[in-house]
């Protein structure tokens, strides 16, 4: 019931999810399509924890042998992965932070996060993470 729920609302704020989680209580949220700064895993975590709410950024699962490539190349870098294991009541008010980040982002774009963000996604290939 409660994943049902998650993914209903995370459909009416148009956010994809590739693949419904079946078997676990972990939902991947492609965040690929929402304006920059927040289609990225990392930016997207950071608004969130202004909100109270967490999710864990996609890079944060990515296997990396040697680093051989930087983690703004990942394929999991456009993700943020969210669990619907907490209570109804917690999981909505987790669900309305994310609605309000994601309206404010298409409403006001980079602006409305600051200015940091934009150089440092600017710079990407100096990045060395």
Same mark, same amino acid.
């Given at each position: 019931?409660?994943? +049902? ?6 459909? &009416?704020?148009?956010? =994809?999810? !590739? %693949? #419904? #989680?079946?078997?676990? @209580? ?8 929402? $304006? ?10 950071? &608004?969130?924890? *202004? ?9 944060? @699962? +990515? %296997?990396? $042998? /040697? ?7 990942? $394929?999991?870098?456009? @993700? ?6 907490? $209570?109804?009541?917690?999981? !909505?008010?987790?669900? =309305? /932070? ?6 404010? /982002?298409? *409403?006001?774009?980079?602006? /409305? ?8 996604? !600017?710079?990407?290939? =100096?990045?060395? %993470?």
């Amino acid at each position: 019931m409660k994943r +049902d729920h998650v993914l209903k609302r995370l459909r &009416e704020m148009h956010l =994809d999810v !590739d %693949i #419904p #989680p079946q078997a676990t @209580f972990y939902v991947w949220l492609n965040l690929e399509k929402l $304006p920059s700064p927040i289609n990225n895993g990392l930016t997207f975590f950071e &608004e969130l924890l *202004k909100e109270k709410t967490i999710v864990i950024p996609g890079i944060f @699962f +990515d %296997i990396n $042998p /040697a680093h051989r490539r930087n983690l703004f190349n990942s $394929p999991c870098h456009h @993700f943020v992965r969210l669990s619907f294991g907490p $209570p109804l009541e917690e999981l !909505d008010r987790g669900l =309305d /932070a994310i609605e309000k980040v994601v309206k404010t /982002a298409r *409403k006001e774009g980079t602006r /409305a996060f600051g200015h940091s963000y934009k150089k440092s996604l !600017d710079s990407t290939s =100096d990045h060395h %993470i």
